[in-house]
């Protein structure tokens, strides 16, 4: 009886999202997504000082004395990237082109500071030293890795966004080194895992809001110092944010929002947390028109499963089951696909995403970033800084006028040597299906492009 209960409840609360979807929802899509063959990669974890700095870190060390939690077995050598690692990379992207023959663009969502932590045995008072990138513990220094991440950025490859601020809620691992002598050991060698750490959310319904709120505003502060232009989307780690949260995100202008359908709710699970679940997004698409949700519809994780060639042949599938849907497709490949202490095992993941690229070069598709992706969504058009051109699109099926915000021209300036732009935003005409690669020259004159 009460499965029959649950399962009711279930339908009704669908049904509830679908009404109201029907009743406040938004207008007909105005681009025609089957025909436009999108693909948007989000990457995440880049820039996580974690799990280790190096493949001496866990000499010494019972691991199962940690307890971290369930993840794949690949992820106890996962480290921060090196210059080679993002080169490499890099360099793959550069060899694939769109339909538009501009290079794949990689979304790489970053987290933005780490802890060091030093014993003091003598004194009992144990040292821990806050770093925010460009800045990394010591045993995570990477020689030449941001002269890397710019060059990917110069290249129009690399697209930096914004994953969160420590991955981990640090006062639960502080506590953790007080309590386990092995947390402290493990800490001391610069290893972020500790009991329960799956369970130590960033954005963890515990922690205080104006600490969340100081968090967020320096990551963007930094996020934008270090790679020289603001946060366009967000991913909450661990998937788990509420409606506080993206309160939070929108009052900083931050209005596209990665991953909900992989969205949790740290204080409902089981069949309960499902209805919240599905009847929450279904509510949220249809009557926050404020935001964008892009989802991710498509998983690429070579290196966590036993057989990566075939992880390649579903993500080609689930591609292009998306695009017959009439869906963009969002690309989900997280890090330790392309970063790992056994190079073996980076060699593998960069190996099978250019195979993947080889598939997906040749249905012709258009590779994007979040912010297009959004844009298009929003209004049919899009804009986008990509190394040292703007690229502009319209993908409705009437002429349009993309306007291209003062910020993004003064980013495009600040690329190309200059100070500042002072000329303002900018308006470019597109006809129907129109998209244009611009460089700064051609905003420079008496008035909007035409």
């Not at 991955?167 to 639960?172: F, N, R, T």
């Not at 909450?236 to 209005?255: C, F, M, Q, V």
Request: net charge negative; proline share 5%.
């Amino acid at each position: 009886m009460m499965m029959v209960l649950r399962k009711l409840l279930l339908v009704l609360a669908i049904g509830l999202g679908v009404v109201s979807g029907l009743v406040w929802g938004r207008s007909r899509a105005q681009v025609d997504w089957q025909r436009a063959r999108v693909v948007c990669i989000q990457s995440d974890d880049w820039g996580l000082c974690g799990f280790l700095p190096d493949s001496t870190a866990l000499v010494g060390l019972d691991r199962q004395a940690l307890s971290p939690g369930d993840f794949p077995e690949v992820y106890w050598n996962s480290t921060l990237e090196d210059s080679a690692m993002v080169a490499d990379l890099v360099a793959v992207l550069a060899e694939h082109r769109g339909r538009d023959r501009l290079p794949v663009v990689f979304q790489a969502n970053y987290i933005m500071a780490s802890q060091g932590y030093t014993a003091q045995p003598d004194s009992g008072q144990d040292h821990w030293t806050k770093y925010v990138l460009p800045q990394v513990p010591p045993a995570y220094e990477r020689r030449g890795l941001w002269t890397a991440v710019d060059a990917g950025i110069q290249a129009g490859v690399w697209q930096p966004e914004l994953h969160g601020h420590w991955h981990y809620d640090p006062l639960i691992r502080q506590a953790a080194a007080v309590d386990n002598p092995v947390v402290a050991f493990s800490s001391s060698h610069q290893i972020i895992l500790f009991p329960e750490s799956e369970y130590a959310w960033e954005l963890g319904p515990w922690r205080d809001p104006a600490i969340l709120d100081a968090e967020l505003d320096l990551s963007l502060s930094a996020f934008e110092d270090l790679f020289g232009n603001p946060v366009h989307s967000i991913i909450a780690p661990d998937y788990i944010w509420n409606d506080s949260h993206e309160k939070r995100w929108l009052s900083r202008g931050l209005t596209v929002i990665q991953g909900q359908r992989e969205q949790r709710f740290a204080r409902h699970r089981g069949m309960l947390g499902r209805v919240h679940k599905v009847a929450h997004r279904i509510w949220t698409r249809s009557t926050r028109l404020d935001r964008t949700y892009l989802d991710r519809n498509c998983l690429f994780e070579p290196v966590q499963h036993q057989d990566p060639q075939a992880t390649t042949r579903d993500a080609i599938a689930t591609t292009e089951a998306a695009w017959n849907r009439g869906e963009p497709v969002v690309l989900e490949a997280h890090r330790i696909n392309f970063a790992h202490l056994d190079s073996t095992i980076h060699a593998l993941g960069r190996q099978e995403f250019d195979h993947l690229l080889d598939s997906l070069d040749a249905g012709e598709p258009l590779y994007l970033a979040d912010g297009e992706l959004a844009g298009l969504t929003r209004r049919g058009t899009s804009w986008a800084v990509r190394g040292d051109q703007v690229v502009v699109r319209n993908l409705c099926r009437t002429r349009r006028i993309v306007v291209v915000p003062e910020d993004a021209l003064s980013v495009l300036a600040r690329r190309m040597g200059q100070k500042s732009w002072s000329q303002g935003s900018m308006a470019v005409a597109l006809g129907p299906g129109e998209s244009q690669v611009l460089g700064l020259s051609d905003f420079v004159g008496p008035g909007p492009l035409n």
